[in-house]
């Protein structure tokens, strides 16, 4: 396995880790997946994985610019 490749795998989440990152339900994430809003998912097999930074582009897309003033 290339570092590349190590590096990509280590930076994939599962549902559960993504969850508590996020603090939100699992259940969220399922219906988020379902409705398609949420960060973008990927299926490997019947499991669901999620690119760190799919989850942090999904975050800063949805920051608030009228908290940043400190």
Request: glycine share 8%; aromatic share 8%.
């Amino acid at each position: 396995m290339t570092d590349t490749t190590a590096t990509e795998l280590s930076e994939l989440l599962t549902t559960a880790q993504l969850a508590e990152y996020l603090q939100v339900p699992v259940g969220t994430l399922a219906a988020w997946r379902y409705r398609r809003v949420g960060p973008r998912g990927i299926a490997i097999g019947r499991h669901i994985r999620y690119r760190r930074d799919d989850v942090l582009r999904f975050l800063a897309e949805r920051s608030d610019p009228r908290r940043e003033d400190g």
